[in-house]
């Protein structure tokens, strides 16, 4: 709701007014952030079983970047997403995916580089890529993106949520520098005509 609120205010702002919001704005959505996360790693670990259901990635992307728009100012995001590819999921943990994937990329992609999401079904398996144009990956980065440091907690629910649903998360380079971070997620036994008989 603060993040909201701010945003809507910061239309009407210029210059060093402006860039002060952007800094609350920045800091809200991460605290948020941090909260999910927890809650999410908290879940999975106490062997939780996660619901399922068959969502349009499309209007997932959509969900996202409207949630995000404050922290993705200045930065342009490419889509490659068919209007008709589905993933099996709670609704809730991949949307957190998503986020937590778009900031990671935006924590490492210089300002005014593309930030690139793709989607696509292979076989039985919904596959998501955030790519980006940063730094790339460190083999230290790969090797720990499993552990709960907080600078990398986003990553390390990711990972989590994604081992939950018996899926993978790859952290791999980009070709032509940056990095690219793949999650795969297989479907449930459940057809995806279920998605309308709800």
């Given at each position: 709701?603060?993040?909201?609120?701010a945003?809507?205010?910061?239309?009407?702002?210029s210059?060093?007014?402006?860039?002060?919001?952007?800094?609350?704005?920045?800091?809200?959505?991460?605290?948020?952030?941090?909260?999910?996360?927890?809650?999410?790693?908290?879940?999975?670990?106490?062997?939780?079983?996660?619901?399922?259901?068959?969502l349009?990635?499309?209007?997932?992307?959509?969900?996202?970047?409207?949630?995000l728009?404050?922290?993705?100012?200045?930065?342009?995001?490419?889509?490659?997403?068919d209007?008709?590819?589905?993933?099996?999921?709670?609704?809730?943990?991949?949307?957190?995916?998503?986020i937590n994937?778009?900031?990671?990329?935006?924590r490492?992609t210089?300002?005014?580089?593309?930030?690139e999401?793709?989607?696509?079904?292979?076989?039985?398996?919904?596959?998501l890529?955030?790519s980006?144009?940063?730094?790339?990956l460190?083999?230290?980065?790969v090797?720990?993106?499993?552990?709960?440091a907080?600078?990398?907690?986003?990553?390390?629910?990711?990972?989590?949520?994604?081992?939950?649903?018996?899926?993978?998360?790859e952290?791999?380079?980009?070709a032509?520098?940056?990095?690219?971070?793949?999650?795969t997620?297989?479907?449930?036994?459940?057809?995806?005509t279920?998605?309308?008989?709800?």
């Amino acid at each position: 709701m603060i993040a909201g609120i701010a945003s809507r205010e910061r239309e009407g702002l210029s210059g060093a007014s402006r860039e002060a919001l952007d800094k609350i704005l920045d800091e809200t959505l991460r605290a948020s952030r941090m909260l999910e996360n927890r809650a999410a790693i908290a879940k999975v670990d106490a062997g939780s079983a996660l619901p399922r259901e068959w969502l349009s990635v499309e209007e997932l992307v959509g969900a996202v970047l409207a949630r995000l728009e404050p922290r993705l100012v200045g930065r342009s995001v490419e889509t490659s997403v068919d209007g008709d590819v589905l993933i099996h999921s709670d609704a809730v943990m991949a949307e957190l995916l998503l986020i937590n994937l778009l900031d990671n990329a935006t924590r490492y992609t210089p300002p005014g580089s593309a930030i690139e999401i793709t989607a696509r079904r292979v076989d039985s398996a919904t596959t998501l890529e955030v790519s980006d144009h940063g730094p790339g990956l460190s083999a230290e980065a790969v090797r720990n993106v499993d552990q709960p440091a907080e600078s990398r907690r986003g990553l390390t629910a990711c990972q989590r949520i994604v081992a939950s649903y018996k899926g993978k998360l790859e952290m791999v380079p980009r070709a032509g520098g940056g990095a690219v971070v793949r999650i795969t997620i297989p479907d449930a036994s459940t057809s995806p005509t279920s998605r309308n008989d709800k």
